[in-house]
C-alpha cells in the first residue's frame, strides 16, 4: 500500500555492515590458538568477511549449502558468522566435545560441504574424516607457517589464511529472502541422535534486537563483552551479532578458559559484560578468591544454561560488585527466552527477598509468549505456585528438526521445552524440574538413553538405568543404577571401564549403584522419578 514503510529484509550481513559504518574503529579482540592475543577492528572483521565470502563463492559453496566449523571463540570464527550466512549459506557449527560417531553423525546429517577447524581439533577432524561421506574439503584456521606438516586426512586441506589472501573485498552482500536459513546448531538434548536447529536471517536478527534490550542482555556501544560461552553452542547465544548491532567491543578467550586465562583476558581488556555457563565462573571466582584480587571494569556477567546458584549470585554481587544476569534458553529458542532482570518495585525489597527473586529464570523478553500447563494440557495460574510443563511460542522459536521426518514437536502450535516451571504474578519463571530425560553436566548434554544402552551391552547387565544427579562441580552428573544378571559378581570399576571409547570421556558416569530391582509403573515402565528421588543427592553426598 502506498505510504506504508519499506520492505527491507532483516539480513545478517547487515549487522557487519552496520558495524564497520558505525563502529568502524571498535576493537575485537582474540587470545588466539597459537597462544597469542590478535586484535583488530570492526573494519577489518568486514573487510575480511568479503574476502571469505569470494572465497567460498570460489569453493564452489551455494545458497543454502552448509558450512561446517569446529572452532573456539575468534576472530576467524567470527568472520566466517557473517562471509557464510551473509553469502546465503548455512553456517553449521560443530560442537567439538561430542563423540566422533555424534560428529560424524551430525556432518553427514548435515550434508556439510567444507569444514573449518582450529588447529586444536585437527586430532578430531583426523578421526571423523574417514567416518563422513567423502569427498571433503577441511580448511585450517590459520597461516602458512601454522599449517600441519602430514595431516592424515582423506580430503583436500586448505589453510584459512591462504585462502582470504587469494581473493580481493570486492563483494556484494546478496539481497536474500529474509526467510533463508543462517545457521544451524545441533542439540543432543533429546533422546534419539542428535537434532539440527535451523536460524533463519529473520529469526536471528529479531533475536539480536530483542536480546539487546536494557532488561535483556542489556549491551551498548559502551560494553566490552567478553562470551565465554562457545561459538559452537547456540551461536554463543547471540552475542556476536548483538556486539555488531550496538557497536560494542568483542573479547574472545580462544581456547582458554580456565579462571586464570580469563581472568588476566577481563582484566587487561577492561571486560564490563560476561557470559557463561555457572561452572565456567565457579573456576574463575575460585582464582580471584585464591588471590584476593577485584574486577575493575566487569560490572555485569550473564549466566545460563544451568540454574545460577544464589551463593554464586551474592558472591558476584557483594564481593566484587558483578551484576548477575540469569537467564534461560535453549538451542529451539536461539537461545534467549527469559531475563532475570529486577521491575521497579523490586529495588526496595529486603536483600534475601531480591536474591530469591535472582534464582528465577525471569520474565519472556518480547517475542516470546511463554505458558506452562498441566497433564491435560490446561494452562496453568501464574501464581508462583503451580507447577507445569513450560510450553513457548515466537519468532525465534523453532517449529521442529532439520531434516527430520518425525512429527512436529508442536503442541497446539506451542514448544514443549521439556522443562516444568513455576510463573509469579509478575512473569517471572522459575525452573523446578525437567521432564526430558537428559543430564546436563557443565552447560553440556549428556543422553541418559545412549549411557543405559551401553551398558546394556554388558553381558551382566540384567537392567540398567542412568539418571541426573546433582554434582558440586558440575550442576549434575550422570549416575548409573544397575541390576546385575543372577549370580554376577561384576564390581563399578569393570562396568565403568566399559564405557572407554564407547562413549565420550566425560560421558562415562561418575559411579554405579547396584541395586535389586528397578520400581516399575503399572504398564511395566521403570519409575525413573522414583529413582530420581531416591538417589539425587548421590554425589553431594559423597
Ligand atoms: P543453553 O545451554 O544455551 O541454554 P541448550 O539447548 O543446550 O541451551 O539447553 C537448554 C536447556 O538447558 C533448557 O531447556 C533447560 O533445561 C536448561 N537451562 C538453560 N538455562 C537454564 C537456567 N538458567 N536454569 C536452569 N536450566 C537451564
Redesign the pocket.
Known sequence: MHGLMMQQPLLVASLLTHAERHHGEQEIVSRRVEGDIHRYRYRDLAQRARRLANALAGLGIGEGERVGTLAWNGYRHMELYFAVSGSGAVLHTLNPRLHVDQLAYIIDHADDRVIFFDLTFLPLIESVAPRIRSPKVFVAMTDRANMPATPDLPGMLMCYEDLIDGHGDDFTWPLLDENTASSLCY?S?TTGNPKGVLYSHRSTILHTYAAALPDSLNCSARDVILPV?PMF??NA?GLPYIACMVGAKLVFPGPALDGKSLYELIEAEQVTLSAG?PTVWQGLLRHVAERGSTFTAMRRTI??????PTAMTTEFQERYHVDVL???????LS?VGTVCSFKGHHLSLPTQQRYAIQAK?GRAVFGIDMRIVGPDGEALPWDGRAAGDLQVRGPWVTTGYFGCDEASPLSDGWFP???VAKIDADGFMQ?TD?S?DVI?SG???ISSIDIENVASLHPEVASAVCIAARHPKWDERPLLLIVKQPGSALESAELLDFFDGRVAKWWKPDAVVFIEALPLGATGKVLKNQLRDRFKDYYLMA
Do not use: L
Open positions: 542439540t538434548g560461552v553452542h547456540v547465544w555457563v549466566v545460563g544454561g544451568a540454574p545460577c540469569h537467564a534461560w534458553g535453549m538451542t529451539e537461545p529464570q521445552t521439556g522443562d525452573i525437567r526430558k546436563k552447560g553440556e548434554w
